[in-house]
């Protein structure tokens, strides 16, 4: 089967301007999580989507983060505006609800210059 | 808040040798699930092994066990015959059905020749 898709794989925008992250899921998968994984540090989940839903995203900074998952499906992450903190990769996983059916993509770097 | 515990940031090992990484966690529910994830420099989170609390059955894969010591809420990877496409970051990771992943601060292991 096909894998998580991330796009971009790489972005360096400056500090104040505004980016965002597509994340398309593995097919039928019906949770989606958006994780932010800052250099040295373990991932840390940002919003978790049940089908077009929302789970959870007590961790989501929401004065300058928002997601969606339209229709169920693909998924858009947006910072505006960024800050130098915002430097991390983002993960995007999906799974199929059960415990083994995590699976990552290959994440998008993102630098704050 | 279920938590994760990662106390050894860097380990080394030689080729062909054994070595065990640790993780503790702290939870207060009884069922719930535990990871090791791979993260090469590639950033793809890959699953090495996984573990269901309520069974006592220590999980194998190949090379990869792991030591689940439940009444001590530890968890720990042991690599048997260490390769050099071992070297990569661990993570440990906790989750209850239905949650994200809840991951420790991870690992660097080091394979040498």
């Known amino acids: 089967e096909a894998g998580v898709a991330q796009s971009p794989r790489y972005k360096i925008i400056e500090k104040r301007q505004s980016v965002a992250f597509w994340c398309n899921p593995i ?4 949770t989606l999580y958006w994780y932010q994984q800052i250099l040295g540090q373990g991932p840390k989940l940002l919003i978790q989507f049940q089908n077009n839903g929302v789970v959870d995203d007590s961790q989501l900074p929401k004065d300058r983060f928002s997601a969606e998952r339209l229709k169920g499906v693909d998924s858009t992450l947006k910072i505006q505006p960024a800050k130098l903190e915002d430097s991390a990769v983002y993960l995007c996983a999906s799974s199929s609800g059960q415990f083994y059916g995590y699976t990552f993509g290959s994440g998008t770097r993102l630098t704050v210059v | 808040a279920q938590t994760v515990t990662q106390s050894q940031p860097e380990m080394s090992v030689q080729e062909a040798e054994t070595v ?65 496409g071992d070297t990569a970051m661990y993570f440990c990771a906790f989750t209850l059905s239905g949650y994200a992943l809840n991951f420790g601060k991870g690992t660097s292991l080091l394979v040498t020749p």
Request: proline fraction near 3%; glycine fraction near 2%; charge should be positive.
């Open chain 1, 27 to 30: 097919s039928g998968h019906a």
């Open chain 2, 20 to 84: 065990t990484l640790s993780c503790t966690y702290d939870t207060s529910e009884n069922n719930y699930y535990l990871f090791w994830y791979k993260q090469p420099p590639s950033r793809q989170m890959i699953l090495v092994i996984r573990q269901e609390a309520y069974k006592q059955q220590n999980a194998t894969e190949n090379r990869f066990s792991v030591n689940f010591q439940k009444a001590a809420k530890s968890f720990s990877l042991k690599i048997s015959d260490s390769q050099l």
